[in-house]
């Protein structure tokens, strides 16, 4: 057995660094702290006069929005970070920008609907939605300057000293202006319409996301001034590549340089682009839903045409221009965002793939799991379900291949005979899913085969719902999910039958079934044919599919059954370990903290002695270092090339570790809201590679940040002299590292 862990032989995780070590490990070479939103806005308090129920529930010590914002500009810093390679910096710069697109339509679309349905407050008086408008308002003007600025004053300029340029129109030659003229004659013209803005041409629709030209135009007959749109057409490239491939202008430019050929016989004023964000967050009834796919198809219509919740304009737009765009779209001066420089970043993705790699992060190839090398994936199709008899196995992606384990479950159950059913959660997934296709040959097979595809995760409506007629069409049991609840959990369950009867396979994970986001987001799964947890998923399928009213599993914790209990049950337990003076350590990693319950559980713990160390990527209501309240409490930030959404739960037990894994976070949403699941991991080999993945990230220097007592982070940085250890590569850098030694041994090997 190959050992992928690093860990050796009964090696436990180390007790939690002192508050004292862990103060002088950040503050060493530390960069100038990001001032987070949270803070700047919200006035001082002093938590150490809050009781735990305040602490646990004050928006005043943690706002959603607001600390969602926090994590952004932590991403944002790995575009200003110059220890990342060019190429890198801007992809981030892209990432940030489609974060905060969603952030508009989701977050900011929910508070627009909250002030117009008269909400007065949320939770404590002085935070209205409206006040919290206003707070993102002043939040994210910093941050688009920042992008703006990294962009233009730094990674541009360096990019076209590496031959990679976007130009300004005035900054080409006559013979390039000709060859775009004649580009845009060909390419452009013909699909653009001029709509003019008069009485009798009303204020045209203007679709989400879209980026718009706003002119002001002067007819020389009769002297008026008058507006018009022309919309920059999204089925044409948004880069508008020269002779040299590697040098662009932005169509936008192309277009208002040629503007004359739309309006004929006038004179062009003015011109400048524009974009629009509309509200993603519709009200919906699912109780009263006669149909909740046709309920779901209806808001995806009503999104289309759902009131406009940010303007971007350039940011020399003239105040009369914006005033009539402000005017037509029933917008509050907070809800407009000047931009100095390029909008809609997140067209830079395109870019950023740039054929430089001396400009990028080592190429990453995912590695087969050292257990999975050698299975012959057209025709051996029993090989994978023997090697799961043999053992429990743990797949850790993007280092492990996704292709080449969670895939190839479900394609070697499709082909094989002696597979009767299949079951299948789906909550995103690619949109040319090899895992649906594979479902859709099983049902083709004959095999019995229920799929749960949950429709109302949200910005995948469309395509989860066209999945789900798809995989009806196959011969596929479908159901679309439960009112009231959001499917979240990542299940795979395939029932074989064998010489001593039907037996079951299963796959838990932390993440979706999206070869895609396995190749870009840090997760984990399990397989095995435990007979327990096998039973369990059998039950929680039960309760998807029909009617069921479980209320009890044998080794599974399920949302929103038990799963919060059982959690404050651990909780309790290291506890009470640590009041009889046993050593009590419990260690968490998720993508967000903010559930009320465990929140106080965890201040509870901390009073009591339990070392208790927080890896959480983004949102975090909690606050660490508070003296008598939570100084033995840490709380890190993992932000790297990869986006971390495994979620790895640990409780030392007083020696007898448990070790958890799954797709929920310490979220309300997730504990009260969605059926989510979370499987013990009790083989102790599988037990030591968890262990080792908590202990390099908590030892990380490279990609951690550290919450300070106030609520800000501060990011880690290694000492001068270390640039080899495991703390100054990062976390992820090292598991690559560990991951490929282990593959070209078992290479060696053969």
């Keep these: 057995m190959h050992s992928l862990s690093g860990v050796s032989e009964g090696q436990r995780l180390p007790a939690a660094p002192t508050a004292d070590r862990a103060n002088a490990q950040s503050i060493e070479a530390s960069p100038p702290i990001i001032q987070p939103a949270t803070q700047v806005y919200v006035p001082d308090v002093d938590l150490s006069s809050l009781s735990l129920d305040e602490l646990s529930t004050s928006e005043i010590v943690y706002n959603r929005e607001l600390s969602w914002l926090d994590f952004n500009w932590r991403v944002l810093n790995e575009a200003l970070d110059a220890r990342n390679p060019l190429l890198e910096r801007l992809k981030f710069i892209a990432i940030t920008a489609s974060n905060l697109d969603e952030f508009f339509r989701k977050r900011v679309g929910g508070l627009k609907r909250q002030k117009a349905a008269g909400i007065a407050h949320l939770t404590l008086p002085g935070l209205t939605p409206d006040h919290q408008l206003q707070l993102i308002s002043k939040a994210v003007r910093p941050m688009i300057e920042a992008q703006t600025d990294c962009l233009s004053q730094e990674l541009l300029p360096k990019l076209a000293e590496q031959g990679l340029r976007i130009f300004k129109y005035a900054e080409l030659n006559f013979d390039q202006q000709q060859w775009l003229r004649a580009y845009y004659l060909r390419e452009v013209y013909p699909i653009l319409t001029p709509l003019a803005v008069d009485p009798g041409h009303p204020f045209p629709f203007l679709s989400n996301l879209s980026l718009s030209l706003g002119v002001f135009l002067r007819d020389p007959v009769t002297d008026e001034t008058q507006f018009a749109r022309v919309k920059v057409p999204q089925n044409r490239s948004r880069w508008v590549h020269l002779e040299n491939p590697s040098h662009m202008v932005p169509l936008e430019e192309v277009m208002i340089h040629n503007l004359d050929t739309l309006f004929t016989g006038m004179d062009i004023l003015a011109a400048y682009p524009f974009r629009i964000t509309r509200n993603a967050d519709i009200a919906r009834n699912e109780e009263e839903a006669d149909d909740l796919l046709d309920m779901i198809s209806e808001e995806l219509r009503e999104q289309r045409f759902a009131e406009v919740v940010r303007l971007e304009i350039d940011a020399a737009m003239p105040p009369a221009m914006s005033a009539i765009l402000q005017h037509e779209l029933n917008l509050e001066q907070n809800d407009i965002y000047p931009v100095d420089g390029l909008l809609r970043l997140a067209d830079l993705f395109p870019l950023a793939e740039a054929n430089l790699p001396h400009l990028k992060y080592e190429p990453w190839t995912p590695m087969t799991h050292p257990r999975l090398v050698g299975i012959d994936r057209q025709s051996r199709t029993g090989d994978l379900f023997s090697i799961i008899r043999q053992g429990d196995l743990l797949v850790h992606h993007p280092y492990h291949s996704f292709s080449a384990s969670t895939q190839l479950f479900i394609e070697a159950a499709a082909r094989d005979p002696h597979v009767v059913a299949i079951k299948q959660t789906l909550y995103r997934t690619s ?206 930030s993992m932000i790297g090339r990869f986006l971390e959404h495994s979620r790895i739960f640990y409780f030392a037990n007083g020696g007898e570790p448990r070790y958890f894994i799954g797709s929920a976070d310490w979220m309300r949403r997730n504990l009260s809201n969605r059926v989510e699941a979370i499987v013990p991991i009790e083989d102790s080999r599988l037990q030591e590679q968890l262990a080792h993945i908590l202990h390099i990230s908590l030892e990380d220097e490279r990609q951690t940040w550290e919450m300070l007592p106030d609520g800000r982070y501060r990011q880690r940085r290694p000492r001068p002299d270390d640039t080899s250890s495991p703390a100054a590569l990062g976390t992820q850098a090292w598991l690559m590292r560990q991951i490929r030694h282990a593959a070209s041994q078992v290479t060696d090997e053969e």
Aim: aromatic share 6%.
């Design 431 to 636: 949109a040319d899913s090899p895992v649906v296709s594979a479902l859709t040959q099983a049902a083709e097979r004959g095999k019995q085969v229920a799929v749960l595809v949950e429709v109302k995760a949200r910005f995948d409506e469309a395509q989860n719902i066209e999945w789900a007629r798809a995989l009806e069409n196959a011969g596929c049991h479908v159901a679309y999910g439960l009112v009231g609840l959001k499917t979240h959990s990542k299940l795979s369950l395939v029932i074989r039958d064998e010489e001593d009867g039907l037996r079951a396979y299963f796959h838990i994970g932390t993440g979706n079934y999206n070869p895609k986001t396995a190749s870009l987001y840090t997760d984990i799964g399990l397989f095995s044919c435990n007979p327990e947890i096998g039973a369990d998923i059998m039950d929680v399928f039960n309760f998807l599919t029909g009617y069921s009213r479980q209320t009890q599993y044998r080794k599974l914790l399920v949302a929103p059954v038990n799963m919060r209990q059982r959690f404050a049950e651990l909780i309790d337990i290291e506890i009470s370990h640590a009041l009889n003076g046993r050593p009590a350590h419990l260690i968490a990693k998720m993508n967000g903290l903010e559930d009320q319950v465990l929140i106080r559980k965890l201040y509870e713990a901390s009073q009591a002695g339990v070392s208790v160390d927080l890896i959480v990527r983004g949102n975090c209501r909690l606050r660490p270092g508070l003296p008598g309240i939570s100084e033995n409490i840490r709380v890190i």
